[in-house]
């Protein structure tokens, strides 16, 4: 790298130099969020790329069905952590001197705000929205609260397509500004699933949201027990028969309960390869960083574009004010909790005002849901506003709403 580094382009800027860029990617530390089909790739790339400090943090263990893909793990690995296997399998194979590699096998909530505070910059290899939300919560919060600007990338496949965003906090537009960009999960209707089932989804969601409950009733699915994975795979493939429906396997069954998204080798390995190259890009400055974002699709030919992407006005996370939320008067106390939870894609909130609790969802009995919002709060008027504070696990800040009465 010194070689490289050591070389100017037309991209270069005019007051790099050689020493800057080497001395920054020795020393820089790199927290590393994810150790699967994405962060294997990470972890060897910034190894090979000069990194010498890095850190990375993955809560799952290996399973057979990763080593297809997972070139770091072996048979013998199921079962052991991915972060501690992945972070060893490089120290011995790309031992480079002065590399420090750390494993963390534990979720990312688990670290406060001084862990985060240490690293240069995060690359994040998660296959969770809700772990990028709050990780980009958390930074948001700490470029505005404290002060620290911690740069981070996002990488994210989808079969043959991916995507790469390169976000700095309170700067660039955040991840929750492109929220508006992920799609909404597939649901199929009640109805559909009792009475008319069409496709082998609709027998699987059958035996999962209705007979699953109805034969089992004291024992919660857990689609990580072979047992229950078998059992729902019974039950949908009798539905199926029934039905004269065809293609329910173990596979599907699992992929629909887990909403199993497909992976493969060669999009995570572009995807990857995208991210360190900002990474190196940022760290050592030895070339202008893309403009916010790049898509990559790898189904109709290789097809990389990058783009801009402006900050959301009304982003919940990085817009500077609260934002508005609008109610009529006849909007009851349930009904303003589920628009609010579906909006902000909340899990398990807690609805507060200035005079105390205004829902519980760990609670839920303990409020009356069926009385509307303009009688539980003290609207003035009809112009009145009244902050309403949600506090949820999947933010790790609070989220504003001025309520109005239409």
Not at 3 to 9: K, P
Not at 62 to 80: A, P, Y
Not at 120 to 126: R, T
Not at 335 to 352: C, E, M, N, R, S
Request: a negative charge; proline letters at 5%; hydrophobic letters at 40%.
């Amino acid at each position: 790298m010194a070689t490289f580094l050591s070389r100017s382009g037309p991209f270069t800027d005019p007051d790099y130099t050689p020493e800057f860029g080497l001395e920054s990617l020795v020393t820089s530390k790199v927290l590393v969020l994810g150790a699967g089909g994405l962060g294997c790739e990470i972890l060897k790339n910034l190894v090979l790329s000069g990194f010498r400090h890095i850190e990375c943090i993955d809560m799952d263990t290996i399973e057979t069905s990763n080593l297809n893909r997972q070139f770091l793990f072996r048979s013998t690995d199921v079962g052991k952590s991915k972060a501690i296997v992945a972070c060893e399998f490089v120290s011995r194979r790309l031992a480079r001197r002065g590399l420090t590699l750390v494993p963390h096998f534990c979720k990312i909530q688990d670290f406060d705000d001084n862990f985060y505070s240490q690293f240069s910059i995060i690359v994040c290899g998660l296959d969770s929205i809700e772990a990028r939300r709050w990780m980009n919560e958390k930074l948001v919060s700490l470029a505005a609260t404290a002060g620290r600007i911690i740069p981070w990338i996002d990488g994210g496949t989808e079969g043959f397509q991916g995507s790469v965003k390169l976000m700095i906090p309170t700067i660039t537009a955040c991840f929750e500004c492109y929220m508006k960009l992920v799609p909404v999960q597939t649901t199929y209707p009640l109805c559909t699933l009792a009475s008319t089932p069409r496709l082998p989804e609709h027998c699987i969601e059958w035996a999962h949201e209705l007979e699953w409950p109805k034969r089992y009733p004291d024992m919660d699915f857990d689609a990580d027990v072979p047992e229950h994975v078998d059992l729902m795979y019974q039950l949908a493939k009798e539905r199926a028969s029934q039905f004269g429906i065809e293609g329910v396997t173990k596979a599907k069954t699992l992929g629909v309960v887990k909403n199993i998204i497909p992976a493969i080798a060669s999009t995570n390995a572009v995807v990857a390869a995208a991210c360190c190259h900002e990474c190196f890009k940022f760290v050592t400055s030895c070339a202008d960083n893309m403009r916010d974002s790049m898509y990559y699709n790898g189904e109709t030919g290789v097809v990389c574009v990058s783009d801009p992407y402006d900050k959301a006005a009304d982003c919940a996370v990085c817009a500077s004010l609260p934002q508005d939320y609008v109610i009529d008067e006849r909007c009851t106390l349930g009904l303003f909790v589920a628009g609010a939870t579906q909006k902000f894609g909340l899990q398990q909130p807690l609805f507060f005002t200035a005079e105390g609790d205004l829902y519980n969802s760990k609670k839920p009995d303990a409020f009356a849901t069926d009385i509307p919002v303009v009688k539980l709060i003290p609207f003035a008027d009809r112009v009145a506003k009244v902050q309403i504070n949600i506090v949820d696990s999947s933010t790790p800040s609070t989220l504003k709403l001025i309520l109005k009465v239409q």
